[in-house]
Protein backbone atom coordinates (compact mmCIF):
# COMPACT_ATOMS: atom_id res chain seq x y z
CA UNK A 1 0.00 0.00 0.00
CA UNK A 2 2.84 2.18 0.95
CA UNK A 3 4.67 1.34 -2.14
CA UNK A 4 1.63 2.34 -4.36
CA UNK A 5 1.24 5.61 -2.76
CA UNK A 6 4.83 6.43 -3.51
CA UNK A 7 4.34 5.68 -7.13
CA UNK A 8 1.11 7.94 -6.76
CA UNK A 9 2.71 10.83 -5.56
CA UNK A 10 6.02 10.45 -7.43
CA UNK A 11 3.99 10.00 -10.82
CA UNK A 12 1.83 13.04 -9.92
CA UNK A 13 4.82 14.94 -9.28
CA UNK A 14 6.71 13.66 -12.81
CA UNK A 15 3.07 14.57 -14.56
CA UNK A 16 3.05 18.24 -13.16
CA UNK A 17 6.51 18.47 -14.24
CA UNK A 18 5.48 17.23 -17.82
CA UNK A 19 2.65 19.33 -18.01
CA UNK A 20 4.82 22.63 -17.21
CA UNK A 21 7.92 22.19 -19.33
CA UNK A 22 6.20 20.39 -22.19
CA UNK A 23 4.34 23.49 -23.32
CA UNK A 24 7.63 25.40 -23.57
CA UNK A 25 9.15 22.73 -25.85
CA UNK A 26 6.47 22.71 -28.44
CA UNK A 27 7.29 24.91 -31.62
CA UNK A 28 4.95 27.37 -31.71
CA UNK A 29 2.62 28.31 -34.32
CA UNK A 30 3.38 31.38 -36.71
CA UNK A 31 0.39 33.53 -34.88
CA UNK A 32 2.47 32.73 -31.86
CA UNK A 33 5.20 33.96 -32.78
CA UNK A 34 4.03 36.68 -34.69
CA UNK A 35 2.05 37.91 -31.39
CA UNK A 36 5.29 37.86 -29.28
CA UNK A 37 6.93 40.03 -32.36
CA UNK A 38 4.26 42.36 -31.90
CA UNK A 39 4.19 42.80 -28.03
CA UNK A 40 8.21 42.94 -28.08
CA UNK A 41 8.18 45.51 -30.62
CA UNK A 42 5.76 47.48 -28.97
CA UNK A 43 7.44 47.50 -25.86
CA UNK A 44 10.51 49.09 -27.59
CA UNK A 45 9.86 50.51 -30.15
CA UNK A 46 8.74 54.76 -30.15
CA UNK A 47 8.20 56.42 -33.50
CA UNK A 48 9.73 60.20 -34.01
CA UNK A 49 6.11 61.39 -34.34
CA UNK A 50 5.61 60.49 -30.66
CA UNK A 51 8.84 61.87 -29.64
CA UNK A 52 8.48 65.27 -31.33
CA UNK A 53 5.12 65.40 -30.10
CA UNK A 54 6.20 64.77 -26.99
CA UNK A 55 9.33 67.34 -27.10
CA UNK A 56 6.37 70.35 -28.52
CA UNK A 57 4.08 69.16 -25.23
CA UNK A 58 7.03 69.30 -22.74
CA UNK A 59 6.97 65.96 -21.66
CA UNK A 60 10.81 64.88 -21.06
CA UNK A 61 9.89 61.12 -19.92
CA UNK A 62 13.01 60.27 -22.56
CA UNK A 63 16.41 60.73 -23.10
CA UNK A 64 17.31 60.31 -26.77
CA UNK A 65 20.60 58.61 -27.72
CA UNK A 66 22.42 59.39 -31.10
CA UNK A 67 24.45 56.26 -31.78
CA UNK A 68 26.48 57.90 -35.05
CA UNK A 69 29.98 58.84 -34.82
CA UNK A 70 30.75 62.60 -33.01
CA UNK A 71 31.09 63.82 -37.03
CA UNK A 72 28.47 62.85 -37.90
CA UNK A 73 26.08 64.08 -34.94
CA UNK A 74 27.95 67.76 -34.83
CA UNK A 75 26.45 67.49 -38.73
CA UNK A 76 23.20 66.90 -37.37
CA UNK A 77 20.75 65.03 -34.97
CA UNK A 78 17.02 65.10 -33.48
CA UNK A 79 16.85 67.93 -31.63
CA UNK A 80 17.57 67.17 -27.57
CA UNK A 81 19.24 63.91 -28.70
CA UNK A 82 22.79 63.33 -27.07
CA UNK A 83 25.53 61.51 -28.37
CA UNK A 84 27.36 58.01 -27.40
CA UNK A 85 29.66 57.33 -30.44
CA UNK A 86 29.41 53.32 -29.81
CA UNK A 87 31.56 52.90 -32.83
CA UNK A 88 34.61 54.96 -31.48
CA UNK A 89 34.84 53.69 -28.22
CA UNK A 90 35.03 50.56 -26.44
CA UNK A 91 32.79 47.98 -25.12
CA UNK A 92 33.62 49.30 -21.42
CA UNK A 93 33.28 53.27 -22.66
CA UNK A 94 29.79 52.16 -24.32
CA UNK A 95 28.55 50.84 -20.42
CA UNK A 96 29.70 53.84 -18.52
CA UNK A 97 28.01 56.19 -21.03
CA UNK A 98 24.71 54.79 -20.44
CA UNK A 99 25.17 54.36 -17.06
CA UNK A 100 26.06 58.17 -16.42
CA UNK A 101 22.72 58.72 -18.18
CA UNK A 102 19.80 59.91 -16.03
CA UNK A 103 18.30 57.16 -14.39
CA UNK A 104 14.23 58.86 -14.16
CA UNK A 105 14.24 58.89 -17.84
CA UNK A 106 13.13 55.75 -20.97
CA UNK A 107 17.04 55.84 -22.77
CA UNK A 108 15.58 55.96 -26.79
CA UNK A 109 18.23 55.20 -29.00
CA UNK A 110 19.09 56.05 -33.30
CA UNK A 111 20.94 55.30 -35.64
CA UNK A 112 21.72 55.48 -39.60
CA UNK A 113 18.36 54.68 -40.66
CA UNK A 114 15.38 52.62 -39.77
CA UNK A 115 17.29 49.14 -41.18
CA UNK A 116 20.38 49.65 -39.43
CA UNK A 117 20.45 47.24 -36.70
CA UNK A 118 23.16 49.17 -34.72
CA UNK A 119 20.24 50.07 -31.58
CA UNK A 120 18.71 47.08 -31.76
CA UNK A 121 22.29 45.41 -30.93
CA UNK A 122 23.09 48.24 -28.38
CA UNK A 123 19.86 47.06 -27.05
CA UNK A 124 20.48 43.32 -26.69
CA UNK A 125 24.18 44.18 -25.41
CA UNK A 126 22.52 47.42 -22.69
CA UNK A 127 19.88 44.94 -21.30
CA UNK A 128 22.53 41.71 -20.79
CA UNK A 129 24.43 44.47 -18.40
CA UNK A 130 20.86 45.35 -16.56
CA UNK A 131 20.74 48.45 -18.82
CA UNK A 132 17.02 48.53 -20.58
CA UNK A 133 16.38 50.80 -23.67
CA UNK A 134 14.10 51.31 -26.60
CA UNK A 135 14.97 52.67 -30.39
CA UNK A 136 13.00 54.83 -32.26
CA UNK A 137 11.43 53.50 -35.51
CA UNK A 138 13.78 55.54 -38.03
CA UNK A 139 17.42 56.84 -37.66
CA UNK A 140 18.93 59.17 -39.17
CA UNK A 141 18.29 59.00 -42.93
CA UNK A 142 14.30 59.37 -42.12
CA UNK A 143 14.61 61.88 -39.75
CA UNK A 144 16.54 64.36 -41.97
CA UNK A 145 14.77 63.61 -44.23
CA UNK A 146 11.20 63.99 -42.42
CA UNK A 147 11.91 65.81 -39.53
CA UNK A 148 14.02 68.59 -40.67
CA UNK A 149 12.46 71.21 -38.62
CA UNK A 150 13.75 69.11 -35.77
CA UNK A 151 17.53 68.92 -36.74
CA UNK A 152 20.24 70.28 -34.27
CA UNK A 153 24.21 70.92 -35.62
CA UNK A 154 26.90 70.68 -33.44
CA UNK A 155 28.37 69.29 -30.13
CA UNK A 156 25.43 69.92 -28.41
CA UNK A 157 21.92 68.26 -28.04
CA UNK A 158 20.19 71.59 -28.40
CA UNK A 159 16.94 72.48 -27.23
CA UNK A 160 13.06 72.84 -29.21
CA UNK A 161 12.64 76.10 -29.95
CA UNK A 162 9.70 78.39 -30.29
CA UNK A 163 9.72 77.34 -34.48
CA UNK A 164 10.02 74.08 -33.79
CA UNK A 165 7.05 74.22 -30.95
CA UNK A 166 4.84 75.34 -33.99
CA UNK A 167 5.91 73.33 -36.54
CA UNK A 168 3.22 70.67 -37.78
CA UNK A 169 5.78 67.80 -39.08
CA UNK A 170 4.39 64.74 -39.92
CA UNK A 171 1.64 64.01 -37.36
CA UNK A 172 -0.25 67.02 -36.61
CA UNK A 173 -1.72 67.69 -32.81
CA UNK A 174 -4.77 65.04 -32.91
CA UNK A 175 -3.86 63.14 -35.21
CA UNK A 176 -5.00 59.42 -34.78
CA UNK A 177 -5.36 56.22 -35.80
CA UNK A 178 -2.98 54.59 -38.78
CA UNK A 179 -1.97 57.66 -40.70
CA UNK A 180 0.96 58.44 -38.65
Request: hydrophobic fraction near 40%; include cysteine.
Amino acid sequence: MKLLALCAIIGAVFGALAAVSVPGMLPKSDRQMMREFYETESAVSISPSDYVRHMRAGITDGILVDLRSKGEYEKGHLVTAVNIPVGQISRSEILGAFRELPKDKAIITYCYSSYCMLSRHIGEYLAENGIYSMHLTAGWYEINRDYGDFIATGPVAGSITPAQMNSQGLCPPGTSGFEC
